[in-house]
Nanobody, 121 residues
Framework: QLQASGGGSVQAGDSLRLSCVAS????????TGWFRQAPGKEREFVAT????????YYSDSVEGRFTISRDNAKNTVYLQMNRLKREDTAVYYC????????????????WGQGTQVTVSS
């Protein structure tokens, strides 16, 4: 089970940190990812991190502004979002899959409930 939190309404240029706490499984056996879905659009990949945290991938739209990290001792994955833009407005979902990372949402087995991020200018 995954529980995402940390969303909110902010101004463009502000920062937010999303958290996703996992329970029920050995967290370090899972790669995790963040995806987002804006109104009227398909869900898209944002970032992913390997089981150990050594490998990360980002979408081009967030590269350099967002940072994904994890703390396996706390069963938690984070998404630090800096220099937020209006186009970052979406519901953000965390997801987990066993072992290897992926940028494809259909390869993830477990999903959190989503947390809303709204960026206004």
């Amino acid at each position: 089970q995954l529980q995402a939190s940390g969303g909110g309404s902010v101004q463009a240029g502000d920062s937010l940190r999303l958290s996703c706490v996992a329970s029920g499984r050995t967290f370090s056996d899972f790669s995790t990812g963040w995806f987002r879905q804006a109104p009227g659009k398909e869900r898209e990949f944002v970032a992913t991190i390997s089981m150990t945290g050594r490998t990360t991938y980002y979408s081009d739209s967030v590269e350099g502004r967002f940072t994904i990290s994890r703390d396996n001792a706390k069963n938690t994955v984070y998404l630090q979002m800096n220099r937020l833009k209006r186009e970052d407005t979406a519901v953000y979902y965390c997801a987990a899959r066993a072992y290897a990372t992926s940028t494809e949402d259909n390869e993830y087995d477990y999903w959190g409930q989503g947390t809303q991020v709204t960026v206004s200018s």
